[in-house]
Every structure is written in C-alpha cells, then in structure tokens.
C-alpha cells in the first residue's frame, strides 16, 4: 500500500514538473508575444498555474518526506490505523460500511478511501475489532461498530506468506 501511494505521488510530481519545466514556459512565452501584459489573460493564468503548480509539488514532496517517516514496526497490529481496512456497522443508516483509511491526498469516497485527517478517520483511530466508537460528524452525532479490521502490518505479512 505504501509503495502504491509512493507511486502515485512520483507521478504525479513527474507530470507536474513536466508541465511546470516545459509546458508553463512555452505558454508563458507565446502570451509574452502577443503584447501588452497588464491585460493579457493568458499570460495571467499561465503565472497563476505555475504558482499553483509549484504550491503541489512542494505539498506533494512534504506528503513523501512524511510517508518515509511511516515505520510499519511500529504500527499497531490489532488497531485501526493508517491503511487499515475497516468493516464498520453504522448504527443510524443500519447498514455495513467497508473503508480503507488513507492519506488525506488519496481520499476516494466511492472506493470506500476516508482520509486519515477526517472526522471518521480520526474517530476511528485506534479502536479495535469489536468496539463501539462515536464520532462526531457534522451532520451530528453517530456510533459505529467495528466488525471487522485488517491493519496495515496484517495486509503486509499476508502479500509476504
């Protein structure tokens, strides 16, 4: 899972740095040739890209440097936690929800994803299989019961059988 988010994250810094080196300055140069700059609107969203752009790539190798720092050792093995999959009973909706807690950057409701920073990522954050936790949402109050989990070491150790 680790070396998927990895993955991702280098392709996306690859794409954008691609784009920031050689596509940014070639539109940033063709609105330079097209004259007066003050009310050039290409040569404004051409700046406004490359700034946005550099701001990703600087969030994007932070998000890197903090993934290096994750010891698989040391995350618990019976605990919800960065990359646990999770099976919850949603005691208001009354029905079986199966997520996966992930970086914020990889957040994808549809694929069952909830970032690590949510209100139900942090809710979540070390219960064990069983327990009952409530987590306040802004739509208010709402209590889960984890049926199932499989954390990150777990996942790991069974690619490795």
């Known amino acids: 899972m680790l070396d998927d988010i990895r993955a991702r994250i280098d392709a996306e810094i690859e794409k954008l740095t691609y784009e920031l080196n050689v596509e940014l300055p070639e539109r940033i140069n063709k609105a330079v040739e097209l004259g007066d700059l003050r009310e050039n609107a290409e040569y404004k969203s051409a ?4 700034q946005f752009v550099q701001a ?11 993934l290096s720092k994750i010891d698989v050792d040391d995350m618990p ?17 009354e029905e079986t929800l199966s997520i996966t807690i992930v970086a914020g950057d990889f ?3 549809d694929a069952g994803h909830v ?12 219960a064990r299989k069983g327990d009952e936790v409530v987590i306040e949402l802004p739509v208010g109050e709402r209590r889960f019961t984890v049926i199932d989990l499989v954390t990150l070491p777990q996942q790991l150790e069974a690619e490795g059988d």
Do not use: C, N, T
């Open 47 to 50: 700046l406004e890209r490359q």
């Open 56 to 66: 990703r790539i600087g969030h994007l190798q932070e998000r890197m440097s903090e």
């Open 77 to 93: 093995y019976d605990r919800v936690g960065f990359g646990s999959k999770v099976e919850l009973h949603d005691h208001f909706m």
């Open 107 to 109: 957040m994808d409701l």
């Open 115 to 126: 970032s690590v920073a949510s209100p139900i990522g942090r809710g979540l954050l070390g």
